[in-house]
């Protein structure tokens, strides 16, 4: 009787093994499903290589492409879920979210997923997903930058369609109030541990000129500058960040070390020199939020663990899974029928 018990017991806890390794998901429009970080251990082995090899290859041409394809998992994820409806070219009805206004002239790396799509295709036909792609590529860019490693569930598949409006509503923009970023973030099932956290993907990249002008000129209603921006590094940026023109100028979310994921981006806030509004009001505008840059300022390792969560937990926003959507063979446009 006690054998017969003990090997019930055990076989319950195998049938619920999987479901301990998967991450659940709850999101938008009532799609929902199971993500696991094997889904693809036998279908495509390879698939992990590749990704490595080619963001690698890609990063070693370009620095900051480390920060364009990590920013590109984020920008897919706020808009409709974790479906690489981003990376839809126009056309065929489809109007691109390319073009809103957090994204025109600002993401970039699509040619890098292309060549990893079509590296995948090559070793295995139809059958990882685009949406999957900048998950993992997500995870190694961070990676090869200096940051934390983690597991990347996977079993997402395409969206067939993009939302312009969307994306020019549901992304955080760098001029937001901290209450309006907070907000965007918890209608994705996102909390403020995990605004502040993902926030530390500044640590890499870069802004437009555009991005934080306000705040060099006339954020105030009085017309004077932002006072919660160090002066001395604000006349630093306005020498390349002119009242009117440069709009495209780029300059280093980072200055301390821009191309090293890091905490330092959390000591930069700590002296008022946070580049972005939306970066410095984490300090400024809610005392929870204050805390948590005080403490990833102190402890990386701290926020290395918080920013791997929260990436996972992004990654779980309203995927397509099943039969939903389809695996697109070529990721900037849907399949043909």
Request: proline content about 4%.
């Amino acid at each position: 009787m006690v054998k017969s018990m003990g090997y019930f017991i055990l076989v319950a806890l195998l049938a619920l093994a999987p479901l301990c390794l998967s991450h659940k998901i709850h999101g938008g429009g009532g799609r929902g499903g199971y993500l696991h970080p094997q889904f693809y251990d036998h279908s495509c082995p390879q698939l992990h290589q590749i990704i490595k090899s080619v963001v690698a290859q890609a990063v070693s041409r370009d620095r900051r492409m480390a920060a364009s394809l990590l920013r590109l998992h984020f920008h897919d994820c706020f808009v409709k879920g974790c479906d690489a409806s981003l990376l839809l070219d126009n056309g065929g009805g489809i109007v691109s979210e390319k073009g809103s206004n957090p994204n025109r002239n600002s993401v970039r790396g699509f040619e890098v997923i292309d060549a990893i799509k079509a590296a995948v295709e090559k070793a295995c036909p139809h059958t990882v997903s685009c949406a999957d792609i900048l998950a993992v590529v997500a995870r190694d860019s961070t990676v090869i930058a200096g940051g934390p490693n983690w597991e990347v569930p996977l079993g997402r598949r395409d969206s067939r369609g993009a939302s312009l409006s969307g994306s020019n509503n549901d992304i955080p923009a760098p001029n937001n109030t901290f209450n309006t970023i907070l907000t965007k973030f918890k209608r994705q099932g996102l909390d403020l541990i995990d605004l502040v956290a993902l926030s530390g993907a500044h640590t890499i990249g870069n802004a437009r000129c555009v991005s934080f002008r306000q705040r060099l000129y006339n954020q105030n209603r009085n017309g004077q500058p932002d006072f919660t921006l160090d002066q001395v590094y604000a006349s630093k940026l306005r020498n390349q960040c002119p009242r009117s023109g440069g709009d495209q100028n780029l300059f280093f979310l980072d200055y301390v070390s821009p191309f090293s994921f890091d905490n330092s981006y959390y000591r930069n806030i700590l002296a008022n020199k946070g580049l972005l509004n939306s970066d410095q009001v984490l300090l400024t505008k809610n005392h929870a939020s204050m805390q948590l840059v005080k403490q990833y300022a102190e402890n990386m390792e701290l926020f290395f663990d918080h920013f791997s969560k929260s990436i996972v937990k992004m990654g779980n926003i309203s995927p397509l899974t099943g039969m939903q959507g389809e695996i697109r063979q070529n990721c900037r446009r849907i399949n043909a029928y």
